[in-house]
């Protein structure tokens, strides 16, 4: 299928064959989804996460739910992984879109759809769309990562890369859905999406027996709502409990302020959760299910993916780790000698952000430490000091020295330097040895700035 880009506002593209002008989006033009009315949500029921996991069973993979023999001990808490980055695309979309696209009229499976998204809705959509022969037009913003733009393409969906945000895509997929009659598919709120992502839910309680709690990361919501529909209708005592990253609490904020509010977005090494208005028919569903709300910082969910890579050797993206943060973060003290389940649930993370995870969460984790210290610089003095972080077994990743700004002695030298130990404790051993020896240690996230 050919994939078009617009880039211009003057600029037409293609979609399953017809030219559609960008140029007749209008701001002031008035685009509504029906199927996610905010005066009139849909509250999702059991029977319909049912009906989804029959439609289904063939086309979605059962994603093994294991317990993790080091992580509970490591955190005191029965953990059992959902893993869902397992599924073909790599995320829990694809339970959700490929029922949208099986629930679809025949008409409407012919004409084809479309959706707004910059990366795992829209990976499920191009794939499910291909094995079911439906027509999948998806509309992704330029931030959107190039490995997911072109992975789209290559399960069959028409692209179209358009707009700085992802509320700019929605408006154009939402315009091109009302000129070409192509059904718009919300990826978090579309009623048959929350009955889908509810599949994951059932499969939980199937797998893992005498459940205390399951802790579930949101976004737009659209996963919470209905695997927790699924799980209280089947357990009512079993305590769900939503993660989101501090970064965009929006579904914290709904549900304080009882109705759906909008909240700012920051950058988050979980981008899967940073949006700023969740859905209001996820909202309607999830309210009552849901026992307890916690927020979680970057650190931890940088920490999460460490542990992941290194103890269960999984790949898993910032969003997928959100629930694990939270335990490592210490918020949900009361989870300690319970049985607990946390889905996994994604993968897609670009190698190069991963990179950068692996270090945020070594410094998080104390191994990877950074200092500032003023070093005689008389022959000898930077080797001292080398001498002194070899003896503690520390390894030295990186050195840096510099003159020209110190300026209390002409005859020392200011040193940076990155190191790597064995942790906090390690660590803490090498700060001390080092306040010992030298009269100006500048230890930690601003020492790099100089003293």
């Not at 599924?87 to 025949?106: I, V």
């Not at 959706?115 to 094995?131: C, E, F, K, R």
Request: hydrophobic share 40%; aromatic share 6%.
């Amino acid at each position: 299928m050919p994939a078009e880009e617009a880039t211009s506002p003057s600029e037409g593209v293609q979609v399953n064959g017809h030219l559609e002008k960008s140029s007749s989006i209008s701001s002031e033009e008035e685009l509504f989804d029906p199927m996610c009315d905010p005066e009139n949500p849909i509250v999702v029921k059991f029977q319909d996460v049912s009906a989804a996991a029959y439609k289904i069973r063939n086309g979605i993979e059962r994603t093994p739910c294991t317990k993790s023999v080091q992580l509970s001990a490591l955190t005191g808490i029965d953990l059992h992984f959902k893993k869902e980055f397992l599924q073909q695309t790599g995320s829990f979309k694809e339970r959700g879109a490929r029922y949208t696209l099986m629930a679809l009229t025949k008409e409407q499976q012919k004409i084809g759809v479309v959706a707004a998204s910059a990366g795992n809705h829209a990976l499920a959509l191009s794939y499910h769309g291909n094995q079911l022969g439906i027509p999948v037009t998806v509309v992704m913003p330029i931030i959107a990562p190039l490995m997911k733009v072109n992975l789209c393409r290559q399960y069959g969906g028409n692209v179209i890369v358009k707009g700085a945000d992802i509320g700019v895509s929605r408006s154009h997929a939402l315009k091109i859905g009302k000129d070409t009659g192509m059904v718009y598919i919300n990826g978090y709120d579309h009623p048959h999406i929350l009955a889908g992502q509810g599949t994951m839910g059932l499969e939980i309680v199937e797998q893992v027996s005498d459940i205390d709690a399951v802790v579930i990361p949101i976004g737009g919501g659209g996963l919470i709502a209905g695997s927790a529909l699924a799980i209280k209708s089947l357990y009512p005592s079993v305590k769900v409990i939503g993660v989101e990253s501090e970064r965009c609490a929006g579904f914290t904020e709904s549900m304080k302020a009882g109705k759906v509010v909008t909240v700012g977005a920051q950058s988050t090494l979980a981008d899967g959760l940073a949006v700023p208005t969740v859905g209001v028919n996820a909202f309607a569903t999830a309210r009552n299910y849901i026992d307890q709300m916690v927020t979680v910082g970057e650190e931890f969910i940088a920490l999460a993916i460490l542990r992941l890579v290194e103890m269960e050797k999984a790949v898993v993206e910032g969003a997928g780790a959100t629930g694990l943060a939270a335990v490592l973060a210490g918020l949900l003290p009361e989870l300690k000698g319970k049985r607990v389940v946390i889905p996994l649930c994604g993968g897609n993370i670009d190698t190069t952000v991963l990179g950068r995870c692996i270090e945020r969460g070594l410094a998080a984790d104390g191994r990877l430490c950074r200092f500032v210290v003023t070093v005689s610089d008389r022959p000898g003095g930077i080797a001292e000091l080398c001498k002194l972080i070899a003896k503690l077994g520390v390894s030295l990743k990186d050195i840096f020295h510099e003159r020209a700004w110190l300026t209390s002695d002409i005859f020392s030298v200011q040193t940076k330097c990155i190191v790597e130990t064995r942790g906090h404790e390690h660590a803490d051993e090498l700060r001390r040895a080092l306040e010992a020896q030298y009269q100006n240690v500048f230890w930690g996230p601003h020492s790099l700035m100089g003293p």
